[in-house]
């Protein structure tokens, strides 16, 4: 039986979490090579669990040794959950980078350049038109303009020899967007209208009724609030929100203050979105940071980065007052045009909390409305972008189980049928055949890779485990000098701990945990087996410090091994 | 020059923190013995960066020593931040625990004795009415009926030679409330008429605008969502909640439910509220959980602990698939009737995208309103409050200094004068003299005090340090055996690490390390100064991890010294 042609999805970075973005799209013919195309490469962040983890990875295992079957990538936007992961994952899996081509709109391509400048890679970047068709083997693709929280944002139309695929990551239908380029309805119609066999949609705030409201909005609020500034007028928000900073440079210009930028994140984005045309600042409002105290407060506006109470970041240096050029007078203002990331609510309201002690008037979003807007569809959007496309197949991606579930609800509400919305567990591939069926294929047991320092993937989950128990309660190392002839103590053993007790002040304790070491190390009759002694010490000993202390702090012991004669 | 009398409030949990409440009102008469009396002993909960951190108690090393000047406590309600630090407190302060006087309602007397029940005290405790003067001394002093998200909860009016003072802990004006027991609001405007000289009141809810609902509300909500819930009916909200717990168990009896209830604090609130008459379920209503599997899904409402998704609650455990009663299937229906806390988002979302994946149908804020009413008043409720009460001082507590300072807002817009709110450092003791006049006396330096596990006090900023820093990065151990009488080295050092790498893949390094410390220690031109060595050996390892992987580990090196004939 001749085998039929089918089109596979791979979620390498999974598909119920937000970030760490990256799909594989394969083409398998019927007979000859097997075609594939990256569909972004972007970084997750680390769970709370994942102590002292800088970044996630994708895992790319699966495309480990088929590298020449990848013939393309294509990016959708520049956020670092969708481009960030592209220094690490590519250079691994590329002999030579300049094989692969790249696909990016002017902005995203931008962005990524400005990613990988301090690794040094050598990326065959092709900058992308929108409504242009272009073709790799056996797909062909092409930009559709959306709106999202950084400019020139695009959803992918993929056809294939099986069908149309809509590629509909993360956006909103901003319909008077501050640059003007609005979403392109008319283009999805007609692409729903000609046939789209699956699409993939975000999700994130399906669970929101309504519309999300314009990002226009928010120049508004910046007006308001700028009115009854006496001071300097500081406004945070995401580096990355090009059209926010816009709104926020347009509104001090038109109150005749200078703009400063602070934090590397902002300075480095504005850098790339102003050289690209997609930022403008008048040379009279753009002011260098190195002469910020040559201008009166009530003249200065300040743009500082670190908007989620970052540790080191401007804003945080500004709220602890050791900033090496801003200090806080009663009388400034900050603007918090964000909202806190969920899970980061504590260092976001220290910060809320320090610069108001400093005398700031503070505004975030629980005392003040309108100070910051999504950049996902809620579910009002969502239904208009079913309606528009009306694919035969659903995959709701950017979200976690329960907004996925949402998503399957509201398609039933739009008429969708039960089998429509694919709800894909972590790392499940999908296969659609030449009728249109789709089939679930293997599921790829998907690691969390991590990055640590230098290390990739180096850091697993016994490193992690040990860190959480001693993030916990501490360490105790015993350390037990053996004759490694004669098998008897050397000298007595040594017990030093970090992280459970203050050690002088438990001197009783520690001299206590010595004695059941000795106790053990007596009962033996030999003291060959060290596995068994190391075993036996740490089992006592933790019983031992949980009774004295209800604490389970992880034990660590050390034979070491003496040779008398050889040294 | 004759001393004038003067009345002291000592705070002793700080005054900008939500929790860990305790107060001290202190007589001092012009001569003769000083008088003090207690409000309210609570615990806090640990800042994200203090790890594996049990509580955080009031620093009271200001009362050491006065015991005999302490003449009663008083207690507000019956939540752990205003009672849970009794039994660490109370004890150490005082050599008679029967000689201090506690007042507390009905109900708050009950939680007291379920609180302190583990720990074996034999407390004095004195069940108060409403309206009923007590005298302590000098002070006098009685409760005044608010309403809370616990049920008995009071004001305390504090009548002293030199001023009533109004303790306005946590409340809300809930004029419908569930046990028809709403807050005395005539008793309030009668105390302002005669005369308030200092109000404390709760303000971290004033950034709401309007009115907090009435706790009524939810019943509403729970009949709703009971009436399409095919299989189980399961909520989940705060245990100290009676009042929420009361309409769960009664939308359930409507609709012919047996109820269950699983989780220990949720079970034990219950035994003292039912038994105290503040809570009511039919002898056919109530289910033994150990029946469980005996009843129908549809006829089941299980009452669950666990509602921000707590490590080892019950709710988790179900989660989890791991309970050892009950099991989710599908067209069960989880009802979260409580907000996440700030910060604890993550483990919130988790569970319920667990309770998803199991099949359950989840309800909770984002997607459904009317799930969860606060227990504090918002600005509406303190406009009230501040103009029953007019008083000529204002200290906003139970907050953070955001609150506090739109709190001194609020009081503007009523017409208040600037220096009658006053924002109190952490610590900073008041007092008021006899013309009534507010003076800033001493700034006590309070500690954080940490209880981890039976450790109340030992864990210290070192030791959280040591933690953060192991938490991170990890911990590498170096041994290094020394010959005590040659000076030198006896064995090979050793080196091991948890936390840092996983050691199988990092031979290489370690055999590096061990190199670099080979090479100092041959440097060395004698080994005497074990101190030095240990420096240079921590110093040049941090450097040498850190150019390897970008990471600072904890480094622990230890010396052995070894005396040959000795053993």
Same mark, same amino acid.
């Given at each position: 039986m001749k085998a039929m042609a089918k089109v596979r999805i791979v979620p390498l970075g999974g598909t119920n979490h937000v970030t760490r973005n990256m799909f594989v799209y394969e083409y398998w013919p019927d007979q000859g090579e097997i075609e594939r195309i990256v569909v972004d490469c972007g970084i997750g962040f680390p769970e709370e669990e994942m102590l002292g983890v800088d970044l996630v990875l994708p895992d790319v295992s699966y495309l480990q040794g088929k590298e020449k079957t990848l013939i393309g990538a294509i990016f959708t936007h520049g956020h670092d959950d969708h481009i960030g992961a592209i220094p690490y994952i590519f250079p691994k899996l590329f002999s030579n980078l300049r094989a692969l081509p790249l696909f990016a709109s002017r902005l995203t391509a931008g962005l990524i350049e400005s990613t990988v400048k301090d690794f040094g890679l050598n990326l065959n970047i092709n900058v992308t038109e929108d409504n242009t068709l272009y073709k790799l083997g056996h797909f062909s693709f092409e930009l559709v303009p959306v709106t999202h929280s950084v400019p020139d944002t695009k959803h992918v139309l993929i056809y294939t020899p099986i069908g149309t695929f809509y590629h509909g990551s993360d956006f909103k239908f901003d319909f008077t967007p501050v640059d003007g380029k609005a979403a392109d309805l008319q283009k999805m119609a007609l692409a729903g209208k000609k046939g789209i066999l699956c699409l993939l949609s975000?999700?994130?705030?399906? &669970?929101? &009724?309504?519309f999300t409201p314009s990002e226009r909005l928010i120049e508004e609020t910046f007006e308001k609030e700028i009115n009854n500034c006496q001071g300097k007028f500081i406004v945070t928000t995401i580096s990355s929100n090009i059209h926010r900073i816009q709104q926020a440079v347009n509104v001090a210009a038109r109150h005749h203050r200078q703009v400063v930028f602070l934090g590397r994140s902002i300075e480095e984005n504005l850098k790339v979105a102003q050289r690209l045309g997609f930022f403008k600042i008048p040379q009279n409002v753009y002011l260098k940071k190195q002469k #910020?105290?040559? #201008?009166a407060d009530h003249k200065l506006c300040l743009i500082v980065a670190?908007? +989620?109470? +970052? &540790?080191?970041?401007a804003l945080v240096k500004i709220a602890n007052n050791i900033h090496e050029r801003v200090k806080i007078k009663p009388g400034d203002k900050v603007i918090f045009s964000v909202d806190p990331i969920p899970g980061n609510e504590n260092a976001f309201y220290q910060t809320i909390d320090k610069l108001s002690k400093l005398g700031a008037i503070v505004s975030y979003s629980d005392i003040l409305e309108d100070l910051h807007v999504s950049g996902h569809a809620s579910s009002g959007e969502l239904k208009i972008f079913l309606s528009l496309l009306k694919p035969r197949y659903l995959v709701p991606i950017g979200g976690n189980f329960r907004h996925m579930n949402h998503f399957k609800n509201l398609s039933l509400n739009l008429g969708f049928n039960k089998e429509s919305t694919l709800i894909l567990r972590d790392g499940q591939i999908i296969a659609f055949d030449e009728t249109g069926k789709v089939h679930f294929e293997e599921i790829l047991d998907l690691k969390t890779v991590i990055v640590d320092g230098l290390g990739i993937g180096d850091v697993g989950r016994i490193v992690l485990n040990d860190r959480k128990k001693m993030s916990e309660e501490g360490i105790v190392v015993v350390v037990i000098p053996l004759k490694?002839?004669?098998?008897?103590?050397?000298?007595e053993p040594e017990i030093i701990s970090r992280g459970f007790v203050f050690m002088r002040m438990a001197k009783d304790l520690i001299q206590e945990a010595k004695m059941i070491v000795r106790k053990i190390l007596e009962r033996r009759?030999?003291? &060959?087996d060290w596995q068994e002694i190391k075993n036996e010490i740490e089992k006592e000993l933790q019983l031992f410090f949980f009774k004295e202390t209800q604490r389970e702090p992880m034990i660590l012991a050390v034979i070491i091994n003496i040779n008398f004669p050889k040294i």
């Open positions: 975000d999700c994130l705030r399906v &669970e929101k &009724e309504g #910020i105290n040559t #201008i670190g908007s +989620q109470g +970052q &540790e080191d970041s490694r002839d004669k098998k008897r103590l050397l000298a009759k030999n003291l &060959e």
